[in-house]
């Protein structure tokens, strides 16, 4: 079975811009979650989505991201407009039914210049 | 309110050598319990997990953690370690079934010295 499959696994963006990042979860997995990862933060939750419905927008995040899941196997990560402040790696990972086990992607490496 | 601590940033064990990685929880009931794997340039992985019964579960790659109520911890141990363990370890908890609630530990990056 494939995994959790994110794209770009690298990406560079001049402040202000915008930029989009995909995710296709494990097939059968109805939640999908997208995180971000920092050394100094760790792992924070960005948006949670469940059969395709969001179900949580991450608070904070709010105001420049925006998660979308278009169907059952893509969902994108849109950052608009880039700061500085958003390099870090974001990664997607999905689960099923009341597993508490998450099946992460490799993560996409966003710098913001 | 929940969380996790690893109070360890940094590890480093000899090749060989045993090992145990610190994970300390804050919940007041029974939470369920995870360690995670990230190898360089890649996501998380699941190592082992403990949802209740015996507190010492096994895991992948001869890993195992012991969850002790008593003591809010769920240290993870392997007796030889190999220089493919090198990675960052995190340490997760749940209240609840289902993945929408983890709380993540700050992570422990283990090096292995040859």
């Known amino acids: 079975d494939a995994g959790v499959t994110q794209t770009p696994r690298h990406e560079v963006a001049e402040k202000g811009q915008t930029i989009i990042l995909k995710c296709e979860p494990v097939?059968?997995?109805?939640?999908l979650f997208w995180y971000r990862q920092t050394k100094i933060q760790g792992l924070e939750l960005l948006s949670y989505?469940?059969?395709?419905?969001?179900?949580?927008d991450g608070g904070a995040f709010k105001d420049r991201f925006k998660a979308e899941m278009l169907n059952s196997s893509f969902s994108t990560l849109k950052i608009q407009p880039t700061e500085p402040k958003d390099s870090a790696v974001y990664l997607c990972?999905?689960?099923?039914?009341?597993?508490?086990?998450?099946?992460f992607g490799a993560g996409t490496r966003l710098s913001v210049l | 309110a929940q969380s996790v601590t690893q109070p360890d940033a940094r590890v480093t064990v000899s090749e060989g050598a045993s090992l145990q990685l610190r994970c300390k929880y804050s919940?007041?009931?029974?939470?369920?319990l995870f360690w995670y794997v990230q190898y360089p340039r890649q996501g998380l992985q699941l190592l082992l997990k403990?949802?209740?019964?015996?507190?010492v579960v096994q895991g992948v790659n001869g890993f195992e953690a012991e969850f002790s109520k008593s003591n809010s911890s769920f240290h993870l141990r392997k007796a030889s370690v190999h220089w493919s363990d090198s990675a960052v370890y995190f340490c997760?908890?749940?209240?609840?079934?289902?993945?929408?609630?983890?709380?993540f530990g700050k992570g422990t990056q283990l090096i292995i010295q040859p």
């Open positions: 990972a999905s689960s099923w039914g009341r597993q508490n086990t998450l099946y």
């Open positions: 919940y007041s009931g029974t939470p369920y």
């Open positions: 989505f469940r059969s395709k419905s969001l179900m949580e």
């Open positions: 097939s059968g997995h109805n939640d």
């Open positions: 997760v908890l749940s209240a609840v079934e289902g993945a929408d609630r983890l709380t």
């Open positions: 403990y949802y209740s019964g015996d507190p």
